[in-house]
């Protein structure tokens, strides 16, 4: 089910906080906590790499590392994030560093 701002769960309206990895998204499908999981990680690569979370290529492209990885079954936060730095040929060392 995709993100939305809202959604209808037994009948009621029930707002969701609207996730940082959500515009990186296209509508792609995926399930609320793995949106949580995305988001988590998405956050943690952009402040490792120094990047303020917003729309510009460097961020979009973290997003996409991220998106990817979870469209292949990772689902640890911790996991996501390092293997996205890893994506750019960066450990969690060489981030800080920068």
Same mark, same amino acid.
């Given at each position: 089910? =995709?993100?939305?701002?809202?959604?209808?769960?037994?009948?009621?309206? !029930?707002?969701?906080?609207?996730?940082?990895?959500? =515009?990186?998204?296209?509508?792609?499908?995926?399930? =609320?906590?793995?949106?949580?999981?995305?988001? $988590?990680?998405? !956050? $943690?690569?952009?402040?490792?790499?120094?990047?303020?979370?917003?729309?510009? =290529?460097?961020?979009? $492209? !973290?997003?996409?590392?991220?998106?990817?990885? $979870?469209?292949?079954?990772?689902?640890?936060?911790?996991?996501?994030?390092?293997?996205?730095?890893?994506?750019?040929?960066?450990?969690?060392?060489?981030?800080?560093?920068?």
């Amino acid at each position: 089910m =995709p993100c939305l701002p809202c959604s209808i769960w037994a009948g009621k309206r !029930v707002q969701r906080a609207r996730m940082p990895i959500t =515009p990186y998204l296209a509508h792609q499908a995926f399930e =609320p906590e793995t949106i949580e999981t995305m988001s $988590a990680a998405f !956050v $943690a690569a952009c402040d490792a790499l120094h990047l303020k979370v917003g729309d510009d =290529p460097a961020t979009r $492209a !973290v997003a996409e590392k991220v998106i990817n990885l $979870a469209q292949r079954g990772i689902r640890d936060p911790e996991g996501l994030r390092t293997m996205t730095l890893k994506e750019f040929d960066l450990s969690d060392e060489s981030a800080r560093d920068n």
